[in-house]
């Protein structure tokens, strides 16, 4: 039998700074059935997308689905640039884990939990995820 690699998807956040000093940020989506990050309009968009894409590969990989192998990994990260970017992943197991790295560490490390992966992701590029008025 082939032993399959897992593939994870990821939310990537990049925090772009112009002339003036004004920020704004974009969100990724790493997709591994096309292999490429999809640019999302939210935080909160880029979380659903991430768990619907963490259920299905989850899916594949407890039926040994035999397409699994078409899947891809997010990239490497290259070389540093001027934006800052920090980006999580989820193992999509039975037992999810959590992996964060930014344009600082390269490779990629454990985080304890979804919530702390969030966290050190949004801490890392300055991004405060707005409060929500729903009661």
């Not at 003036?20 to 989506?29: D, K, L």
């Not at 968009?45 to 039926?63: F, I, K, N, P, S």
Request: proline share 5%.
């Amino acid at each position: 039998m082939e032993k399959r690699g897992l593939t994870r998807p990821s939310l990537k956040i990049t925090r772009h700074t112009d002339q003036q000093g004004a920020v704004r940020f974009t969100f990724e989506v790493w997709n591994p059935f096309p292999g490429a990050y999809q640019s999302v309009d939210s935080v909160e968009d880029g979380l659903t997308r991430m768990a619907e894409l963490a259920h299905l590969v989850a899916l594949m990989w407890l039926r040994r689905h035999p397409k699994q192998t078409l899947l891809t990994d997010a990239p490497d990260a290259g070389p540093a640039g001027q934006d800052r970017w920090a980006e999580f992943r989820v193992n999509a197991t039975a037992c999810r884990s959590y992996d964060t790295r930014y344009d600082g560490q390269m490779a990629w490390a454990r985080a304890t939990g979804m919530v702390q992966a969030a966290a050190t992701t949004f801490a890392h590029v300055g991004y405060l995820r707005p409060v929500s008025t729903r009661s």
